[in-house]
């Protein structure tokens, strides 16, 4: 008996053992180290998806596990039952897994959300994609097994949204405390009772847990992150979108013969023959051959003083018309001119070239204008900056820093560049101490220490609007400098040989530093709600987003009421036009940056119902403003496109096309969707602002190197919800979005058909139109119906359609992913 009675023991701690190796080495009779998911053993013998592991190997693994994900192409041995709830720590970063089936206002698809953590209570960092109370404290054993669960199991979808077109919430909100009683219930009981019946309303004081939503794209150490950029996180509310585009796919035939053209166009007519062409190292003498005749110079630099310099202040506009005078006096003598002067002008002319009509510079120009010209001065401009190698960067090395990154934006050249660009121009400016305040400093003139603020404002300014354009944190913060916002002043008030500081006017009056002074008021304001915005983990109160509504608010009711002082100067009015509508977009660009991840939830959450309207309100400016200037000028059209355009566009799509989902009770009266619902005629108004932005945004993606995939998307979206909202007419606007990409690369290869860059190929299939082939063709294919597809099925093949699998016409012009982290010039 004893003996027996030792061996039973004696057996169950191998039971035991047998769960802590892997089953390979347990098979062979090895030691293993127990790494998880792939021990060394499995590891060196090229084995590594065979290494698994029991299920009582989760409960037993050590704390010290490395936080690995599973590879992509191995499946997990973990099994565990489906009812199982498993509990989120506010660290982990882990969405939580509820069981409990609840109601998605949008989707039957589940929404996700990933948990924040508790930070410091204040603007610095909030970002705002994913909302969570505080979770409960738990037993410290318990905390650990669940951390070590989550690790092995939602790791990869957790830290990163694979899939961005899963209809992703972002709030996903446990059960707050109950009463003391309630504390005392079994688990289980509490688990069924419905939500609202152990949850009392959110108050404007309660902490809120926030994490942002993000966009990685590529894998292992290749990696590209993009924030959460109010683009990207509303990209989800459309969880419909790629079905829809594969139905317009499936449905015209001529995609696949046109597709060889249409990756041109997706890629760029210029990026083979100009951008990516190589050229020596320029010279004085080489940047001073590339400038066109006078005329044509006179009417850029014009178009530059009034529309950008005046909105961004980098250069002393009596000094460098001054110099420009002296160079065309020199021009026959380059060992006298300057290189640096001649790039200078050469970034402004590419800065101004798409606000000027090209038949006009035309009838000015000597000699024949070649329509990749700002992107060759662009080009050079850019590499003879790069081999500069500046130690000490001076004023004149900033503004060229400055012009080139303004050029860049505006032809959309190397747009995933711009946000690590703008951080390295601020740390020059700070090593050049621009941040700090230049009246300490004798040895500076009155004239360099205004021009310094000035800079110093319009580099931060640059660095702010990138980062809210790619979805990244700013580089600096106010605390970070004392440097003032230059004077309000006329240039001609102050020159190089000033002793004595001018009077700085009142800001209600125009001069040619109106636009800056009164937006860097705001500035300080809006940097913190870019910092709030796009900090990886949160904690914040919705009251501190009321009142950062508020103040942005009282900045918006602060612009003054400009009224050029010759009321017959067209040009002047038309400044002031554009000066108050970039200022007030801009405001609102940064209450959509704060209320969008509340407002999404508005229709679920009463507290949030003020952010859905602010929200609402806030996209209509911007679009209302665009419309206007679009109906006065296209000058005026092209300065005002932004990212703050696209945000206004697709925040106003995603709340119409959910209208048809909304579950808002009747307690929420002045919900924006209840206004949709209710007064005739909202919808087809907002429908118009969108179209309207659209053709302003082709006009400016025809003019870009590159911008052919954003222009697509942006179609197909508002088709998107014109279908939702009148499905009867559903294929007629899947139509309009073949007719607009195929308008759209006829127009671009008519442009440029005269040019050499197209290379070999030409025109290619658009040689003819394409746009009347399709319409008066017969061969267009029926809308694919849903009946078709019930099981993963595809309809049978048409005459004319390549069978789906072997190729994908309509997603092969344009990348799904890529749209999701895309950036927009300033």
């Not at 209509?620 to 005026?636: D, K």
């Not at 009148?726 to 139509?735: G, V």
């Amino acid at each position: 008996m004893d003996v027996q009675g030792n061996a039973q023991p004696e057996r169950v701690r191998k039971r035991r053992r047998r769960t802590m190796a892997c089953t390979q080495c347990r098979t062979r009779k090895l030691r293993c180290d127990r790494e998880y998911p792939t021990c060394s053993r499995c590891l060196k013998s090229r084995t590594p998806s065979q290494c698994t592991y029991e299920d009582g190997f989760l409960w037993q693994q050590p704390t010290t596990v490395p936080t690995t994900a599973f590879a992509a192409d191995r499946g997990s041995a973990l099994s565990m039952p489906r009812d199982t709830p498993i509990e989120t720590p506010p660290d982990s970063g882990i969405p939580p897994v509820s069981t409990r089936s609840e109601p998605f206002p949008t989707s039957d698809t589940p929404r996700l959300a990933m948990a924040g953590g508790p930070m410091h209570h204040n603007y610095h960092g909030l970002t705002g994609h994913a909302l969570a109370p505080p979770y409960r404290s738990r037993p410290p054993d318990k905390e650990r097994k669940d951390c070590f669960l989550e690790t092995v199991l939602g790791a990869p979808k957790a830290a990163v949204n694979q899939e961005p077109y899963v209809n992703v919430g972002v709030l996903q909100r446990p059960k707050r405390p109950a009463p003391a009683e309630r504390e005392l219930q079994a688990p289980s009981q509490a688990e069924d009772e419905h939500i609202d019946e152990e949850e009392d309303p959110l108050l404007p004081t309660d902490q809120l847990d926030l994490a942002p939503r993000m966009m990685m794209r590529g894998r292992e150490t290749q990696t590209r992150f993009s924030g959460s950029g109010i683009f990207a996180s509303l990209v989800a509310q459309f969880p419909d979108i790629k079905s829809f585009a594969e139905e317009i796919k499936l449905s015209t035939p001529i995609f696949a013969q046109l597709q060889p053209d249409l990756r041109r166009v997706k890629r760029g007519l210029l990026k083979h023959m100009v951008l990516s062409r190589p050229f020596p190292d320029p010279t004085t003498a080489s940047l001073i051959s590339m400038l066109p005749s006078r005329g044509v110079v006179d009417e850029l630099v014009g178009l530059y003083i009034t529309y950008i310099e005046s909105t961004h202040r980098i250069l002393h506009v009596p000094s460098f018309l001054r110099e420009l005078d002296q160079f065309w006096a020199m021009r026959d003598s380059p060992a006298s001119i300057s290189a640096g002067f001649t790039v200078q002008v050469l970034l402004v002319l590419a800065c101004a070239w798409n606000l000027a009509d090209f038949a006009s510079l035309q009838s000015k120009s000597s000699g024949e204008l070649k329509c990749q010209s700002a992107v060759e001065w662009t080009l050079h401009a850019g590499k003879w900056i790069e081999n500069l190698h500046t130690k000490r960067p001076e004023i004149t090395s900033m503004r060229l820093s400055i012009l080139l990154i303004l050029a860049r934006n505006a032809h959309g050249m190397r747009r995933s560049q711009a946000w690590l660009t703008t951080s390295t121009l601020v740390k020059q400016a700070m090593m050049a101490g621009y941040h700090r305040d230049p009246s300490r400093y004798a040895r500076i003139s009155v004239f360099n220490k205004e021009m310094r603020r000035r800079l110093w404002t319009t580099i931060v300014e640059l660095d702010l609007q990138v980062a809210l354009d790619r979805g990244m944190p700013p580089s600096v913060q106010s605390f970070d400098y004392d440097a003032a916002p230059g004077m309000n002043i006329y240039d001609d008030e102050i020159h190089e040989n000033s002793t004595e500081v001018p009077e700085s006017r009142p800001l209600s009056e125009v001069t040619d530093s109106s636009f800056q002074s009164i937006l860097s008021r705001s500035l300080p304001l809006r940097l913190q709600a870019c910092s709030l915005m796009h900090s990886p983990r949160i904690s914040c109160r919705y009251e501190d987003i009321q009142r950062l509504d508020g103040e942005l608010n009282r900045h918006l009711s602060r612009i003054p009421a400009w009224v050029a002082a010759d009321t017959n100067d067209i040009v002047a009015q038309r400044k002031v036009m554009l000066w108050k509508g970039l200022i007030e977009t801009k405001l609102c660009q940064s209450l959509l940056s704060v209320h969008t991840p509340f407002a999404i939830e508005a229709r679920r959450e009463s507290l949030f119902a003020p952010s859905a309207r602010t929200r609402m309100d806030a996209a209509t400016r911007i679009l209302s403003t665009q419309r206007r200037l679009h109906e006065i000028s296209r000058t005026l059209s092209l300065c005002m496109l932004g990212e703050w355009t696209i945000q206004a566009y697709i925040s106003i799509c995603q709340v119409l096309h959910t209208t048809e989902f909304d579950t808002s009770p009747p307690s929420y009266p002045t919900s924006s969707t209840f206004i949709l619902h209710n007064i005739p005629g909202i919808p087809e108004s907002l429908i118009s602002l969108v179209e309207t932005a659209l053709i302003a945004l082709e006009e400016r993606s025809l003019l870009m190197t590159k911008g052919a995939k954003d222009y697509y998307f942006l179609s197909t979206i508002v088709a998107l919800v014109k279908s939702r909202l009148w499905p009867a007419q559903a294929a007629m606007y899947k139509q309009q979005v073949v007719e607009r990409v195929l308008s759209f690369a006829q127009v671009l290869f008519s442009r440029h058909m005269h040019c050499d860059h197209l290379g070999d190929k030409g025109m290619g299939n658009f040689k003819n139109n394409q746009v009347a082939a399709f319409l008066a063709g017969p061969t267009r294919a029926p809308v694919m119906q849903p009946e078709f597809d019930p099981n993963g099925m595809h309809p049978p093949p048409q005459p004319g359609v390549i069978p789906p699998g072997e190729f994908d016409p309509f997603l092969e012009i344009f990348d799904w992913e890529d749209l999701t982290s895309m950036t927009f010039p300033c």
